[in-house]
C-alpha cells in the first residue's frame, strides 16, 4: 500500500513537470509568418534589401534598411518572443539614425524564417546573419552596435 502511494504521489508530481518542461518551447515563443505582401511592402516603402542565408534550421532571411551604400553602424536588431522583426521597420525608419543601417533578425520560425525557435537555434541564427549582412561594408571596417528586446538580449549580448 505503502508503494502505491508513492508511486501515486511521483506521478502527481513528475508527470506536471514533465508536460511543462516538454512544452517549454510553445510556452515562450510565438512563433508567427509575415502575412502576404509584407516583404514587399517593405522593400517598397523603405528601400531595404533582402538578407537569405541558411543554418541548420533551412532557409532564413533578414532584412536590411537605412543607409546601405556607406553606414557609419550596421545595427543588429532582433525583436522579442512576441514580435517579428519587420515590426520596428516602420519605426527605425522615422526614428534611428540616418546616417546607420539596420539588420533586422527574426528567430527561426518567424517571419520568412523556416525552423522553430529554441536559445541554440535563435544564437545559430544571429551568428550566421552578421556576417553575411557585414559584407555590406564593401571592406571597410564599420561597427555593429547591438539592439535586442526581451529573450534575444542574452543571445545578441554573445555576439559582441
Known amino acids: 500500500m505503502i508503494r502505491l502511494v ?6 502527481v508530481v513528475i508527470a ?3 508536460l511543462l518542461i516538454s512544452c517549454q518551447s510553445r510556452l515562450i515563443y ?13 522593400v517598397r516603402k523603405t528601400g531595404g534589401k533582402f538578407i ?5 534550421q533551412g532557409k532564413q532571411r533578414a532584412f536590411l534598411q537605412g543607409n546601405l551604400k556607406s553606414p557609419r553602424n550596421l545595427w543588429v536588431f532582433c525583436g522579442g518572443n512576441g514580435t ?6 516602420e519605426w527605425l525608419g522615422n526614428h534611428a539614425p540616418q546616417q546607420d543601417a539596420w539588420l ?13 525557435p529554441n536559445p541554440n537555434r535563435i544564437r545559430e541564427n544571429l551568428k ?10 564593401a571592406g571597410r571596417e564599420i561597427s555593429i552596435p547591438v539592439n535586442y528586446e526581451s ?5 545578441g549580448a554573445q555576439l559582441v
Open 6 to 11: 508513492t508511486w501515486l504521489v511521483l506521478l
Open 16 to 18: 506536471p513537470m514533465t
Open 30 to 42: 510565438f512563433p508567427r509568418p509575415y502575412g502576404p505582401g509584407t516583404t514587399a511592402e517593405f
Open 52 to 56: 537569405d542565408y541558411e543554418t541548420s
Open 84 to 89: 517579428v522583426a519587420l515590426d520596428w521597420s
Open 104 to 116: 533586422l533578425i527574426d528567430y527561426p520560425g518567424y517571419g520568412d524564417c523556416q525552423g522553430a
Open 128 to 137: 550566421a546573419a552578421v556576417p553575411v549582412a557585414r559584407k555590406l561594408s
Open 151 to 155: 529573450l534575444a538580449t542574452a543571445w
